[in-house]
Each structure stands twice: as C-alpha cells, then as structure tokens.
C-alpha cells in the first residue's frame, strides 16, 4: 500500500506554487510588462502594488518551504517505551523446535547463514557506532519473511523485536542484500554424483527422474507429515 506523508506533499505543493509564480514573473520580464510596471505611467501605482505582493508571496514560500525542509519531522514525535530485548531467549534459550517455528530454520542453520554473511560490507558502517549484531539483524529478516499476510506487518515486527519500524526494512534489506552476495557460492548444480543420490531420494516419493523441485504454490493439506509435521 502506497502511503502517504504530508510533509512530503506540502514539500511539493509549495515547491510547484514557486515554480508557477516564478514562471509568470519570468515570463513578464520577457514582455517587458515589468519594465512597464517601473515606467511611473498613471495607473502604474496598483500594477506596481500588485508587482511588490508577487515578490512578498515568493518570499512567503521560501520561508514555508525552508521552514519545512529543515525539520525532519512535520510533526512532533512520540516516544515509545520499548519492550526488554527478546534477542537473547530467542537464540540461546528458546527450545529448538519452537525456535525453528519462528524462523523457519535450526538454529544451527541459523548460525551458519551468520557466518557466511558476517563479513559483508553492508553490516560495517563508516562511523564510531557499530551496528547491531548480525543475528539480531537476521532474526528481525527471517521473521519478516517467514510471516504470512498481516502477521508480516512491519508494526507489529517493530513491537515483537522492540525496534523502530525502519529499522525493521533496514534489517531486512542488509539482510537479503548480503545473502544475494554469497549465492553463487552456495547454489550450484549438483555433480554426477550428487544428481544420482538426489534421485534416489525423489524417487521414494514419487517423482522419479527429478533432481530438483521449484514451486510456489501451497497446498493444504489434511493432515501433517510424520516428519517436522510441525512445520506444517
């Protein structure tokens, strides 16, 4: 849903009125009805009123506009009391199961996708003020793109992780950004070898001949699988 912010629409509303006001003066100078304006002829007073209003409304935007521009926020802001950090019993003592419910991994897979992403240059800033650590960063990312529908709503990821909604979609792009880096390094074709084992595995199931699935499709199913049926 595209959203709406009114100190970007006033932003631009004064910019187009400059811009139109501008315009027409730029275009009486061209006339020469300025010069007209400036003659002393008898019914110059009121053009000439009318010419001193044109540049007082000019001068009445600029300081709207730069009024505006040099406040981040349009209006005040409200602080919220954040909620202890959950980061900590999520990785170290949340039981495994549950853990992989949340983030759709083991945490042993988890730990491993830190490592191999640890070192990208997007988790290192230029500045006295290091970022969070990579697994909280992950944590908020798997979580976001885990989720289904309204359970993926930036707000409520805000409030479960007690951060900033932004720092929400910040957490999720470094992310996936660094996961896109390292994908040549972790999706190949299997070799002969592997295709073979592969194979054999699909063919228990019933796809004989298949050395890979892909599908988005979801399929609801009756009942769960004997195997991780509570990832289902």
Known sequence: MVRFYQRKACIKALEAALESKMTVMAIQGILGLDEDISSGSEDGSSDEDEYDMDWEEIDDLLIWL???????????????EQPPAIHDYLMNKLEASRFKQEFRMT?????????????????????????????????????????????????????????????????????????????????QWPSPEDRKEIKADYAEVGFDGCVGLIDGVLIPLAECPSKNGSDF
């Open 66 to 80: 730069h009024a505006i521009c040099s406040e981040q926020y349009f209006g005040p802001r409200q602080t919220l």
């Open 107 to 187: 945490r042993l897979a988890f730990t491993k996708l830190c490592a191999w992403i640890r070192n990208d240059t997007v988790f290192q800033n230029n500045s006295h003020n290091p970022q969070r650590p990579i697994e909280e960063q992950l944590m908020v990312a798997l979580k976001r793109l885990g989720c289904f529908g309204n359970g993926a709503s930036v707000g409520m990821l805000a409030r479960f992780f007690g951060v900033g909604e932004g720092t929400v979609e910040l957490y999720t792009n470094h992310c996936i950004m660094a996961i896109l880096r390292i994908k040549t390094q972790i999706i």
